[in-house]
């Protein structure tokens, strides 16, 4: 009803027009996403889309000024006479201070503009912030994301993100639009994205529109830069294990962006005669922008990345390879200036492979995952009250899992997949502003997964309410399916195998309730809190009892343990643009609880990745041409199973081995963990050259942050070990920008 109501109810008591146009930087011509937009006069206004476009429908004709600004970037005002509908295009002038704006922002943009965006769960993440920060060897998109709330990490050596209770194939990870299903590099430590060739990121933690489906807990889109319309431009770095470089220019009508990135521990272990494993990995992203004419415009984006680890060690042979590919080509045609449409037609594909030759004992394991995806997604702005979508999505999974051994050393039988489904959606949804406080956004989403014949509807809807210019409050509810599922060892992403589900494992489903305001004091301090509840049915946890007892007869089913959970918790982030200090500090409070009749005798658990506190502290302070930086995190610790004692036995190829027998899962909790990070950078501008040096100290006090514990039986005795996190960490780079 309300959907139907939303497209009638629109009364014109006049004739009016539209302004429209794309926002871009002046500097280099990229689009600048989601800046503010408004009519000073009549406080209409928008928030640019992602590709920077911006419509104000349904003005009065007339004289205005007109006023663009984003974080970042000057306040650009300018005089329009709107006597009909106009396209004008603008360029922002970046901030005049070269490093003002670097912070990560979950409210939304600030002035007098009546939006339609609901800022749910929501952070923005401008890359030069993650330069900023102090990490090990080079900045990294997925360690930046976990330092802030809601959002935990189960050890330094893993990039995997845990969001609001929810596991990292939970989460759904778009590049430039694409799926990208495992990205990480070197066993989980780094994330596959160059942070160099990032133009802007933006995480939604729960709540998220119809737009979105088929994964549980969040979504993270990751847009590229599309490359430097002026003039060419480039951006090298070199680090004590890796080198990178991206290049980006104009060509006609359009620009072109190549970044590439390569480890060479291989050749420090050659020079060093060290006992460093034989491993690399690579990365390069390719962006072409096309414009066909001042409505159609045409991108196509590819990306590959590559792991590759050997260890030889009579009678031990190795080789581990994962990674992933991705392409697409992306149409934008404006029907008119209220009224656009995207096409994306993308393919990604992600691979791995596990070779173990041991004492003539060979194990072989291979699982290839295929996505041919068509989207759309189409846009209507019929008023000033009202935001149309509508869009539909159609992905056609292929799914490889092949397992062999030789037969004389063990007898086991391995889960054989070859499984082609098809998921396709439907959605439509309304941002509906029913007045100059209220804004309502609500919307369907229709899905259908062949393999099982799975049928579900997901609705959504979120609300905000602005108490006055600098506060505001808002809620949401929606429900969520997700169709593929992970096995994985949380410590170590190259062992993830994608599995798909089939008639005999149902969709998982999750329901999201969150509420949250934020308040904003004097443009230098803005608080953000949020409260959240999420509940999951249906989750899945591997049996690894299957490597003996699968039976190829059966369903999928055999494979896992099914149940349920629930997470809720608090979320506070106070962001901080003061006398040269920028930054944020954060506090989560966060509770995960999980429940399988087959583990854990049946009883509610906290999960590995359940922290209960964490508290961030992540400033910069910019003096001259000096930057210095600061990052604190806290965690309490976490759930961990303390063993009752050992057992003597045989596995399962007849060698004597000692069990170790575990309590229940939550039984102990690891001690807390502490750590802090220091950097120091100094830029030095030339003509055409900007070189940027730094130091930075990882882990400054040395803390001794557990991250595992081990127990053993050395003769008659029972022993424990301990590993820990990241060692104290000092390294040095420089970057090189023309």
């Not at 990490?135 to 995997?160: C, H, K, N, W, Y």
């Not at 295929?370 to 000033?384: A, G, R, W």
């Not at 349920?564 to 989560?588: M, P, R, V």
């Not at 830029?683 to 882990?699: D, H, S, V």
């Amino acid at each position: 009803m309300l959907l139907s109501a939303s497209l009638t109810m629109f009364v014109y008591a006049a004739p009016t027009v539209s302004v429209s146009g794309r926002i871009r930087n002046s500097f280099n011509l990229e689009a600048v996403p989601f800046a503010v937009c408004y009519i000073e006069e009549t406080e209409q206004g928008v928030n640019a889309n992602e590709r920077g476009y911006y419509i104000i429908p349904s003005v009065v004709p007339g004289d205005y000024h007109l006023v663009f600004h984003r974080i970042g970037f000057e306040i650009l005002r300018i005089a329009v006479s709107l006597q009909d509908s106009k396209v004008i295009n603008v360029e922002l002038q970046p901030a005049s201070v070269e490093l003002e704006g670097i912070r990560v922002s979950s409210s939304r943009q600030r002035g007098k503009v009546e939006e339609f965006h609901i800022p749910l769960s929501e952070m923005k993440i401008n890359p030069v912030h993650i330069t900023e920060l102090p990490q090990v060897a080079e900045p990294d998109l997925f360690r930046a994301v976990q330092m802030l709330p809601g959002v935990t990490s189960i050890s330094d050596f893993s990039s995997g993100l845990y969001i609001r209770g929810g596991s990292p194939d939970q989460n759904q990870i778009l590049l430039d639009g694409i799926d990208v299903y495992n990205p990480s590099h070197l066993m989980g430590f780094f994330s596959t994205f160059n942070v160099d060739a990032i133009n802007t990121v933006d995480l939604i933690k729960g709540g998220f529109d119809a737009k979105y489906g088929g994964r549980l807990s969040s979504v993270m889109n990751v847009y590229n830069l599309d490359g430097n319309r002026n003039r060419f431009d480039g951006n090298v770095n070199m680090s004590l294990i890796t080198s990178k470089i991206t290049l980006s220019g104009p060509w006609e009508k359009g620009s072109w962006m190549l970044s590439g990135r390569r480890t060479y521990l291989e050749l420090v272990d050659a020079v060093m005669s060290t006992d460093i494993p034989d491993y690399h990995f690579y990365d390069g992203h390719i962006k072409l922008n096309y414009d066909i004419s001042p409505k159609n415009y045409l991108q196509y984006s590819f990306f590959t990345g590559r792991d590759t680890f050997r260890l030889q060690e009579d009678p031990v042979n190795i080789k581990i390879t994962w990674g992933n590919i991705t392409n697409a080509l992306r149409w934008t045609h404006i029907f008119s200036p209220n009224f656009y449409n995207d096409v994306l037609i993308a393919h990604s594909h992600y691979g791995s492979q596990f070779d173990i030759n041991i004492n003539e004992m060979d194990l072989e394991r291979k699982n290839r995952l295929y996505d041919l995806t068509f989207k759309t997604n189409s846009s209507y702005l019929p008023s000033n009250e009202h935001n149309i979508e509508f869009g539909t999505e159609i992905k056609r999974y292929h799914v490889v899992f092949e397992a062999s051994q030789n037969e004389e050393q063990v007898q086991t039988e391995y889960p054989e997949i070859d499984h082609v489904s098809l998921y396709s959606a439907l959605y439509l949804m309304d941002s509906w502003r029913l007045n100059s406080l209220l804004l309502l956004k609500y919307g369907l989403r229709f899905e259908h997964y062949q393999k099982g014949n799975y049928y579900r509807l997901s609705p959504r809807l979120s609300l905000k309410y602005n108490l006055s210019d600098d506060l505001s409050i808002y809620g949401a509810w929606g429900l969520y399916y997700q169709y593929l599922t992970l096995i994985g060892d949380s410590d170590n992403s190259s062992f993830d195998i994608w599995f798909p589900l089939d008639r005999s494992v149902k969709p998982l489903e999750a329901d999201h309730y969150i509420i949250g305001g934020d308040i904003n004091w004097a443009g230098v301090m803005t608080l953000n809190a949020e409260i959240y509840y999420k509940e999951m049915r249906n989750l899945t946890e591997f049996r690894p009892e299957i490597d003996y007892d699968y039976d190829p007869d059966k369903d999928l089913a055999q494979a896992f343990h099914f149940g349920k959970g629930y997470a809720y918790g608090l979320d506070l982030t106070l962001n901080n643009d003061w006398f040269g200090l920028e930054g944020f500090i954060s506090y989560s409070y966060g509770r995960t609880r999980r429940q399988f009749a087959q583990l854990n005798e049946g009883l509610e658990y906290h999960p590995k990745f359940d922290r209960r506190h964490q508290i961030t502290i992540n400033e910069n302070y910019y003096r001259q041409n000096w930057v210095y930086g600061l990052s604190y995190t806290y965690g309490s610790g976490q759930p961990f199973r303390k063993p009752l004692g050992i057992i003597e036995g045989n596995s399962i190829d007849g060698y004597p081995v000692n069990h170790v027998l575990y309590g229940r899962y939550d039984s102990y909790r690891l001690p807390s963990y502490s750590r802090l990070d220091v950097s120091i950078r100094k830029l030095f501008y030339t003509k055409n050259y900007l070189i940027e040096p730094y130091l930075q100290i990882i882990n400054i006090l040395s803390a001794k942050n557990p991250n595992d514990v081990f127990y053993y039986r050395d003769g008659d005795e029972f022993k424990k070990s301990t590993s820990n996190n990241l060692p104290l960490i000092p390294s040095l780079g420089v970057n090189i920008k023309w």
